[in-house]
């Protein structure tokens, strides 16, 4: 009991849930470095998942690297974590669906996460955006450390 | 009592009428009687002249008698001398051997006697007795009957008494009352000469008693207006020494209503003055008007302040010294040390002993009196006196005077000081309230600004509060915020990006192409009349294709058109397939070969997988 105790204590841990919030924020800002270079590539990968109508390919490929970007930044800064994970939480969940219906259709697609021509899709792929998927979570219900929101617990002490 | 003896001089002259008139009937009587003999004797004429004659001299000897005892009588006030008198000319005229008279007065509370011709063994048991003798005979007094005033009667011989040891040969007795106060008896002896006592000496002692009786009368109220007049001397006195001590008290009075009046004038002028060199400059030109004083002065000493305040009147100021302060701090200290040594408290006054007291201290002022008075600890005044106006010398009464007004001057100075002290501070406390009404602005203003604080801080813990509570949980706001700026964000970055994207689709600005359905795309790909294009993306190409279809993707067009259709016939019919939901690769393919020169392009729309449905031929 004491053991599955403390394994429980430790992975809720809420420094656990920190380390996972930098992680999953690093890995968003930084593939939202590429998409953001080249949109065009990235409208390109996201059409090869044929999961968004022709019309609403480019536009998402516009505005979705900047919402991984703001996301990751709130995400490391500390800053409406609820939220950016949510946001972030739900375009995993996203990926990782199209990544299934594309590997059931056997579409011979990359994965497109952080650069165009890179390894293709596969079940690996699922399994590691379900992992970054359980990150994201246990820092929705875990993580309580080191947020910019919690400045103003401070604030209000002092005041 | 000048007025009484002119009354009694009247009263004489009436008795002495009455005796005449008395004597005159006593003497036409006697006549009558002689002519009554006359008439029944006239033989024997000549022998009953001579006895008429006789008669008639001792009736008028009685009548002098009579006359003469009542000029005796009233001649004296003594009742003693009186009785004497009295028994006298009874004995005297009758030619009495003894005789004696008893009185009893119940008022005075006296017993008289009066005896003559008796032997001492006689007069000594009678004198003894003789209250019991009068009452023996006054019985009907003892038992209270009241006795007829003014009343004379003769007691027969037989009626004497045996109790009491009368004198030998008494022949007759008399009790006669003056009131049931006053009551006597006379008693009388033998003749000298034989015979006894007929109706005329009967009727004369009876007379002569009712003088008696008259005379006591008179003496008795002599000696009462005596008395009365002694006493009222006494209460002349008596009113004399009262109206002396009433005059006494009267001037005492005077002194006292002038010292009140002082006190009253004095107090009416000062109460309304609160300035203490107007206190002193009025107080001391009142005191010199009741006192008439020619100089005086008030000095009035500091000792925390070493200061002096001097108020003169009738002195010259050319005789007033101005002293310097070493001086004013010498005579300051030795009028404290005075007041020390006498142990002179505060609101106490004592007179100082002049030149002796000063000794070579230089003064402001000479004067003759001079009194020390101590308001309180650090505070004491002087207040001195030169001569008189009238030249004499103060009184006991003015310097007793004096001494009061000091300790009334005393209340009004130290009220003064006290009314500086609060008017001191007041102003100082006028001035706190002024700064204490800026601090309580200033204070307001605090506190009026600590409440925007409060209520600012109210505010911003709220929004701190409602902002953590939003970190805490989602929000769709927060979310919405996020996608709205990124969409922001991406459409300026994607406009300002020289390879941009376009956001409209390209196939919506362009023309519809020519179509070509599946029937007919099979009749071409079976008569081999048209080349067959497919535009997807190279891995979907290789995944499998229409069977002899050359991959022509977007992407590469421009590489592979060079590599594959550089030499191909313009008029080469050219079916292109390849689309999906998310990219119409097919239309794409189409206008970039149109715009290459191609004439005859047509589009597949269903595609590999209309083809692939309907069991066509694939393959490489």
């Not at chain 1, 849930?17 to 065009?40: D, H, P, Q």
């Not at chain 2, 003056?178 to 002692?205: H, M, V």
Request: proline share 3%; aromatic share 10%.
């Amino acid at each position: 009991m004491t053991v599955i105790r403390f394994v429980k204590k430790g992975l809720t841990h809420r420094y656990l849930a920190f380390v996972f919030r930098l992680y999953i924020a690093g890995i968003f800002i930084y593939a939202s470095m590429y998409k953001i270079n080249y949109t065009a590539e990235f409208a390109e990968t996201i059409a090869s998942y044929q999961i968004v109508p022709y019309w609403g390919v480019n536009i998402l490929a516009v505005v979705l690297p900047w919402i991984e970007v703001i996301c990751g930044i709130l995400l490391f800064a500390g800053i409406r974590v609820r939220s950016a994970i949510a946001i972030l939480s739900f375009l995993l969940l996203t990926f990782t669906i199209g990544i299934y219906i594309n590997l059931i259709s056997g579409s011979p697609i990359s994965c497109g996460c952080f650069h165009t021509i890179g390894e293709s899709i596969s079940w690996r792929t699922v399994v590691r955006d379900m992992i970054w998927l359980g990150m994201s979570i246990h820092i929705f219900f875990f993580d309580k450390i080191f947020q910019l929101g919690q400045r103003f617990s401070f604030t209000l002490k002092e005041i | 009592m000048e007025r009484l003896i002119p009354e009694n001089r009247q009263l004489g002259l009436n008795y002495r009428r009455v005796f005449v008139m008395e004597f005159r009937n006593y003497y036409e009587r006697n006549q009558f009687c002689s002519n009554t003999m006359e008439n029944e004797q006239p033989k024997n004429n000549i022998k009953y002249e001579t006895d008429d004659r006789n008669e008639l001299d001792r009736r008028r000897f009685h009548a002098d008698s009579l006359l003469d005892t009542r000029r005796e009588f009233f001649s004296h006030s003594d009742q003693e001398k009186i009785i004497n008198n009295y028994l006298l000319s009874a004995i005297g005229t009758l030619g009495i051997a003894s005789g004696f008279v008893c009185m009893t007065d119940k008022e005075a509370n006296k017993h008289y006697f009066a005896g003559r011709g008796l032997e001492q063994d006689k007069i000594e048991p009678l004198e003894k007795n003789s209250k019991k003798v009068v009452q023996h005979y006054f019985s009907e007094n003892q038992r209270g009957i009241s006795l007829p005033p003014m009343e004379a009667r003769l007691i027969p011989c037989e009626d004497l008494s045996d109790h009491f040891s009368y004198p030998h040969k008494t022949m007759i007795l008399i009790r006669w009352t003056i009131n049931n106060e006053c009551l006597g008896l006379t008693g009388l002896g033998e003749k000298i000469l034989p015979g006894a006592y007929n109706d005329e000496d009967q009727k004369f002692l009876l007379d002569l008693t009712y003088n008696l009786l008259s005379a006591l009368i008179h003496a008795r109220a002599a000696n009462s207006i005596r008395k009365l007049k002694f006493e009222l001397q006494t209460k002349n006195l008596e009113l004399e020494d009262a109206v002396e001590q009433v005059e006494k008290n009267r001037a005492d009075l005077d002194r006292r209503l002038f010292h009140l009046k002082s006190f009253y004038d004095i107090f009416h002028e000062l109460s309304g003055l609160k300035d203490t060199n107007r206190i002193l400059e009025t107080f001391l030109l009142m005191i010199i008007g009741i006192l008439g004083a020619g100089q005086s002065y008030i000095l009035l000493l500091d000792r925390k302040e070493k200061t002096t305040c001097m108020t003169c009147r009738g002195i010259k100021n050319e005789n007033r010294k101005k002293l310097p302060q070493d001086q004013i701090n010498t005579m300051i200290n030795k009028c404290f040390e005075f007041a020390e040594v006498h142990k002179l408290g505060p609101m106490n006054a004592l007179r100082l002993a002049g030149r002796s007291f000063w000794g070579n201290t230089v003064r402001p002022v000479e004067a003759q009196i001079e009194i020390l008075f101590v308001i309180n600890d650090s505070y004491l005044g002087l207040i001195g006196f030169g001569n008189k106006i009238t030249r004499g010398n103060f009184s006991e009464d003015e310097l007793e005077l004096l001494m009061t007004l000091v300790h009334h001057l005393m209340v009004f100075l130290d009220n003064a000081k006290s009314f500086e002290t609060i008017q001191r501070l007041n102003i100082d406390l006028e001035k706190r309230n002024i700064e204490l009404g800026k601090t309580i602005e200033h204070l307001t203003a605090s506190r009026h600004k600590i409440e925007v604080l409060e209520r600012a801080k109210a505010r911003v813990k709220s929004a701190i509060q409602g902002e953590m509570e939003k970190a805490a949980r989602i929000s769709a706001k927060d979310i919405i915020l996020i996608c709205s700026v990124s969409l922001l964000l991406g459409l300026v970055f994607n406009y300002a990006n020289p390879v941009g994207v376009s956001l409209i689709p390209q196939n919506w600005l362009r023309k519809t192409p020519s179509l070509i359905d599946l029937q007919w795309a099979k009749l071409k790909h079976d008569a081999g009349a048209a080349l067959f294009v497919d535009a997807r993306p190279a891995e979907f190409f290789r995944q499998n294709h229409i069977q002899g279809a050359v991959n022509l993707p977007p992407a590469l067009f421009d590489f592979v058109y060079m590599m594959n259709f550089g030499n191909l016939d313009t008029q080469k019919e050219i079916i292109v397939y390849g689309r999906n939901i998310s990219r119409h690769y097919d239309e794409e393919v189409l206008f970039k070969l149109a715009s290459r020169g191609h004439e005859n392009v047509k589009l597949f729309p269903g595609g590999f997988t209309a083809w692939k449905r309907s069991g066509f031929p694939l393959g490489p």
